[in-house]
C-alpha cells in the first residue's frame, strides 16, 4: 500500500495500486486520531507492493485502518498493523515510478508508527511497504550509520592500503550473516560441498572462490524467492567492503571489535596463537577452521568477524578515495576483490578489523570462505 505526505491541508491520499490496472484513489481524513479509508480493501492488502495485485473485500465496510497520519512542520507519520518479529520495508517516491529503499522496520505486534523527518522537504512523498521481507536463519539486522573506515597511522600492524582514512555513511540498513555461512548451508543451495576440512557440518565453507561465493548467493537469492519467502527488490549478495568493516566494528574505532579492542588472543578468536596481538598472551594454534560461534561475538552479535576463514566481499580491491563518502562500492572494474577479517593461518595482526587482503575471482583457498548480506537490490 502506499501512503503520500502532502505539505496540503486537510485531507490526504491513500493510493492504491493494482498490476496491470489504474491507480485508485481512497482518500482519508486527517482530522482524528484514527482515520478509516472508504474502499473495498483487505487489511492484509496493506504490505503489498503499489504494483502486486490488490485483493478485493466484500461490500460494505472500511478497509484499511489507520492510527493516525500526521504532518507537522517537521514530520511526516503514519503506523501500520505489523506482525511481531515481521521485517517490513519503506519504500518512497516523488512520481510513482521512481522507488527507493528508505529503510527496513521490524514490527512488535500491533501498531507500528513511522515518521518521516525528511518529509517536509519535499512538495510531496509517496511510500509503499512491499511483501514482508522473511530473512535466512542466523542474519542480523545492520542499522544505518557513519563509521571511520581504515586504520590511523599509528595502529600497530598497519599497512599503507589501510589508509587514507575515510569517513563512510552507511545510507540503508542491511542484513548481515550472524556466522560465516556453514559447509551444512552451502550442501542445502548448492548440492555440494568442497570444503578441505569437513569433521563438522557447521564448519564455514571453505575452498571457496569469489566466483562460488557469488553463485551461492545467486542461488539462494532464487531459491527464497520461489519460496514466497523474499520478495522482488530484494536479493542476497556479498557485503560491501565498507558494509564488512562497518558490521566488524560494531561502532568501534579499536583495532579489533571484541573485548577491550586493543589486543587479541587465539582464546577469542581462531587465528595463530602463537602470534598475539597488543599485548595480549600466547593461545592454542588449531591449525584448521573451527565450528562457526565457538567464539563470542562483537557487539552487534556477529561471530568469527576476526579469524577462522578469510570473507569474500564484494569490491573490486584498490584504494580508499579519503574524505567522505556514502555508500561506497569499490573501483567499478578489476584484477582481485576484497578478502577480509584473516583466518586461521594468520597472525593475530592480519585479523585487525582495517586488515585488507584480495585475490582473483577464481581462486580457491582452505583459509577462504564468506558471509552473506540480504539488501535491496537499489544499493
Keep these: 500500500m502506499t501512503y503520500r505526505s502532502s505539505k496540503h491541508a486537510g485531507r490526504s491520499p491513500l493510493l492504491l495500486g493494482r498490476s496491470g490496472g489504474p491507480i485508485r484513489h481512497a482518500w482519508c481524513t486527517t482530522a482524528s486520531s484514527k482515520v478509516g479509508c472508504s474502499g473495498a480493501v483487505l487489511a492484509s492488502a496493506l504490505w503489498l507492493a503499489l504494483f502486486s495485485p490488490v485483493l478485493a473485500a466484500g461490500a460494505g465496510g472500511d478497509g484499511v485502518w489507520l492510527e493516525g497520519e500526521t504532518m507537522s512542520s517537521n514530520t511526516f507519520q503514519f503506523s501500520f498493523a505489523a506482525n511481531a518479529g515481521q521485517t517490513y520495508p519503506i519504500a518512497v517516491s516523488v512520481d510513482l515510478v521512481h522507488w527507493s529503499l528508505l529503510t527496513n522496520v521490524v514490527g512488535q505486534g500491533g501498531p507500528l508508527w513511522f515518521a518521516d523527518q525528511e518529509a517536509p522537504s519535499v512538495p510531496q512523498r509517496f511510500y509503499q511497504i512491499p511483501v514482508p521481507i522473511t530473512p535466512v536463519t542466523n542474519l542480523v539486522y545492520i542499522q544505518p550509520g557513519t563509521f571511520t573506515m581504515g586504520s590511523p597511522e599509528s595502529e600497530a600492524g598497519r599497512s599503507t592500503n589501510e589508509g587514507p582514512q575515510t569517513e563512510v ?13 556453514t559447509e551444512e548451508e ?8 568442497v570444503s578441505f576440512f569437513q569433521w563438522s557440518p557447521q564448519l564455514p565453507c571453505e575452498w571457496m572462490s569469489w566466483e562460488m561465493a557469488t553463485n551461492y548467493c545467486y542461488e539462494l537469492t532464487e531459491r527464497e524467492r520461489a519460496g514466497g519467502r523474499l520478495p522482488v527488490g530484494y536479493a542476497y549478495r556479498l557485503p560491501t567492503e565498507a558494509e564488512w568493516e562497518y558490521a566488524c566494528r560494531a561502532g568501534t574505532a579499536t583495532p579489533f571489535g571484541l ?5 587479541l588472543s587465539s582464546y577469542q578468536a581462531n587465528f595463530d596463537g602463537t602470534f598475539p596481538y597488543g599485548g595480549a598472551p600466547l593461545g592454542p594454534y588449531f591449525d584448521g577452521t573451527t565450528i562457526v560461534g565457538s567464539y563470542g561475538p562483537n557487539a552487534w552479535g556477529l561471530y568469527d568477524m576476526h579469524g577462522n576463514v578469510w570473507e569474500w566481499c564484494q569490491d573490486w580491491y584498490g584504494p580508499y578515495p579519503g574524505g567522505k563518502v556514502t555508500d561506497p562500492k569499490g573501483p567499478a572494474s578489476g584484477s582481485a576483490h576484497v578478502l577480509r577479517g584473516g583466518g586461521w593461518t594468520s597472525p593475530g595482526k592480519a585479523c585487525r578489523s582495517a586488515e585488507r ?6 581462486f580457491q583457498n582452505y583459509n577462504n570462505g564468506f558471509r552473506v548480506v540480504l539488501s535491496s537490490t537499489a544499493w
Design 186 to 193: 552451502c550442501v542445502a543451495v548448492m548440492g555440494t560441498n
Design 169 to 181: 555513511t552507511i545510507s540503508r540498513g542491511f542484513w548481515i550473516g550472524k556466522y560465516e555461512v
Design 357 to 362: 587482503d584480495s585475490d582473483s575471482p577464481t
Design 259 to 263: 573485548g577491550d579492542g586493543t589486543s
